[in-house]
């Protein structure tokens, strides 16, 4: 008998992976609490679980997999929905775990609520269709408050296709959102309480709307009255428009002084071999021109150890590339084989103690990089986004992404302060709240004139 689960009222939504999954989840979660469901902490009982997946290693398809155990677990009377990158390409492996209701790949994923009225079922329901070059549209609704910052999901996937990277096969040819499908979201998120978007997707360089490309999308979203930061996330260094370098060099501009763009090798025989579209000296060649034109400018990368090719004169290629360069910090990924890539058919292949320890010695680097880089703004004054408290403890980034917390006794959630950075604590910069900026004289990047004047 089908069993009508819209007229219970739990529903537990978990999120793995990427800024693009977490926007993906915010857009479901308001579908669900429009059908009528009550979203409730993973872990709770529950009626309807649904989980978002990652499958960018074979660490992350693991993860997933205890997930959906330990929710099946703790909940073996829900339905459960299985959703994202990992049902694109391993459903046949969750299908094998018992207790999921349903399998949805990426190109229906945010359509899950025309399946989950199946009811529970003896074997899952795969709905798994091939992902269209077509560009596309998201249908967004709900009034819940949105807190400080959120992502909106711009673009999504990739034609790039390096050779170590199953997202192309997961998320499927690069496409853009329509311009004024975003635009109209972003108003809808600003109105609920965001002051903060950080623009999401696999490639997000690549965005294309009619004429419009990613400059479009920074412009028309600073022009929105109460959005006072734009993010870009994660973007590809060949596909950085310059335009944005002087908007965010532009104190009366939302977008944020911040670039994170995957390096992945110090070593050109290796870029050359990952199909990356690059050399290390072009690019190096913009990160020196970005840090010139961007005043404050935080550059962060990713990194990958361990790949086929990399011996360790390539490793140390890649250590002294990070090492002698302004980086901000770096993301480390050990090298993880998928199979339908063209590094999985690579006959090298390095022992885990040898990735380990790659790893390790990055990311201590990374570490030292991260201290020189929060060090050298001491004694400066920066706007900061709070965001909730512990105690009267109050953490937040500054424009430039460095993570601080002040004391006071106000109620600074979701405000933007002027602080003095005072000394380092750990892996957080200790500052003094000068003053709470006005909300009237934040919009459109006022704050950010204020530090600068």
């Given at each position: 008998m089908v069993q009508d689960l819209s007229s219970k009222m739990r529903a537990s939504l978990h999120t793995l992976g990427c800024r693009l999954n977490q926007s993906e989840s915010l857009l479901m979660g308001d579908q669900l609490e429009r059908a009528g469901y009550r979203l409730v902490p993973f872990g709770q009982p529950c009626?309807?679980?649904?989980?978002?997946?990652?499958?960018?290693?074979?660490?992350?398809?693991?993860?997933?997999?205890?997930?959906?155990?330990?929710?099946?677990?703790?909940?073996?009377?829900?339905?459960?929905?299985?959703?994202?990158?990992?049902?694109?390409?391993?459903?046949?492996?969750?299908?094998?775990?018992?207790?999921?209701?349903?399998?949805?790949?990426?190109?229906?994923?945010?359509?899950?609520?025309?399946?989950?009225?199946?009811?529970?079922?003896?074997?899952?329901?795969?709905?798994?269709?091939?992902?269209?070059?077509?560009?596309?549209?998201?249908?967004?609704?709900?009034?819940?408050?949105?807190?400080?910052?959120?992502?909106?999901?711009?673009?999504?996937?990739?034609?790039?296709?390096?050779?170590?990277?199953?997202?192309?096969?997961?998320?499927?040819?690069?496409?853009?959102?329509?311009?004024?499908?975003?635009?109209?979201?972003?108003?809808?998120?600003?109105?609920?309480?965001?002051?903060?978007?950080?623009?999401?997707?696999?490639?997000?360089?690549?965005?294309?709307?009619?004429?419009?490309?990613?400059v479009t999308v920074v412009d028309a979203l600073n022009a929105l009255d109460g959005l006072e930061r734009i993010r870009i996330s994660s973007i590809e260094p060949t596909t950085v428009p310059l335009e944005l370098l002087a908007r965010m060099n532009d104190p009366y501009h939302a977008l944020l002084p911040f670039l994170h763009l995957p390096l992945q090798s110090g070593s050109d025989k290796v870029l050359s071999s990952m199909r990356r579209k690059y050399t290390v000296r072009e690019y190096l060649s913009f990160v020196h021109r970005a840090k010139e034109l961007v005043s404050g400018l935080c550059l962060g990368t990713?990194?990958?150890?361990?790949?086929?090719?990399?011996?360790?004169?390539?490793?140390?290629?890649?250590?002294?590339?990070?090492?002698?360069?302004?980086?901000?910090?770096?993301?480390?990924?050990?090298?993880?084989?998928?199979?339908?890539?063209?590094?999985?058919?690579?006959?090298?292949?390095?022992?885990?103690?040898?990735?380990?320890?790659?790893?390790?010695?990055?990311?201590?680097?990374?570490?030292?990089?991260?201290?020189?880089?929060?060090?050298?703004?001491?004694?400066?004054?920066?706007?900061?986004?709070?965001?909730?408290?512990r105690g009267n403890f109050w953490p937040g980034y500054t424009d430039n992404y460095i993570r601080v917390v002040v004391q006071s006794n106000e109620d600074l959630r979701n405000r933007i302060g002027r602080v003095h950075l005072d000394r380092l604590a750990g892996n957080v910069v200790e500052g003094r709240l000068v003053e709470v900026v006005p909300d009237q004289l934040t919009a459109n990047g006022r704050s950010s004139a204020l530090s600068a004047g």
């Open positions: 009626d309807l679980a649904i989980i978002n997946t990652c499958t960018v290693t074979r660490l992350a398809d693991a993860k997933c997999r205890t997930a959906i155990r330990r929710l099946i677990r703790e909940n073996p009377g829900a339905f459960v929905a299985v959703v994202g990158c990992y049902s694109q390409i391993g459903y046949k492996e969750i299908a094998r775990i018992p207790g999921v209701d349903l399998i949805v790949g990426n190109g229906e994923k945010l359509n899950i609520l025309q399946y989950v009225s199946l009811g529970k079922n003896e074997h899952p329901v795969i709905i798994r269709d091939r992902i269209t070059k077509e560009d596309f549209s998201i249908e967004f609704v709900g009034e819940r408050p949105y807190p400080r910052r959120a992502n909106l999901k711009i673009q999504d996937g990739c034609s790039f296709v390096c050779s170590f990277c199953i997202i192309p096969k997961a998320r499927g040819p690069a496409r853009s959102r329509d311009l004024s499908n975003l635009l109209e979201e972003a108003r809808g998120q600003v109105a609920r309480g965001v002051r903060e978007l950080v623009l999401s997707g696999v490639n997000l360089g690549t965005f294309r709307s009619g004429e419009g490309d990613l990713d990194i990958m150890v361990g790949y086929p090719t990399e011996g360790e004169r390539e490793f140390e290629e890649t250590m002294r590339t990070f090492a002698e360069n302004p980086f901000s910090y770096c993301h480390v990924f050990p090298f993880s084989e998928r199979q339908g890539t063209l590094a999985a058919r690579m006959k090298v292949r390095h022992d885990v103690a040898v990735k380990r320890m790659r790893s390790a010695k990055l990311r201590r680097l990374s570490e030292r990089k991260r201290y020189d880089y929060y060090r050298s703004h001491l004694g400066r004054e920066a706007t900061v986004l709070f965001e909730d408290p």
